[in-house]
């Protein structure tokens, strides 16, 4: 069955738009790695500053894998001015971990 990470990041408002475009410049990264079946940026409405990642995986296994492969990858490059690494958008940043017992899908016909 499935697992799902929810990466809970703590973003002040000040930086809610740096954090969107550093997710939209990745776009298509993860989309290719084995396993991977879902992704959402949650932006908050009202009353927190927490977004969530959300990811869905086929497995385990397959997370672990893409966490020690292209995702340390990503994290690691991203060169600032005089090709240091730019500042964090999150302040804080905390990973829920979920297996699929159950879902649905909207009917069809």
Known sequence: ???V???VLTVPEEQR???EKRFASRAGVVESQDGF???????PVE??????????WRSEEDFRN????????AHRGGGGEGGERPR????????WSFEVVQQAAPKTG
């Open 1 to 3: 069955m499935s697992v």
């Open 5 to 7: 990470k929810i990466n």
């Open 17 to 19: 738009e740096v954090l």
């Open 37 to 43: 079946e879902w992704f959402e940026l949650l932006r």
């Open 47 to 56: 009353g927190t500053d927490q977004y969530l990642v959300y990811t869905r």
């Open 66 to 73: 893409w966490m020690s492969g292209p995702m340390q990858a």
């Open 88 to 95: 964090p958008a999150a302040s804080d940043s905390t990973v």
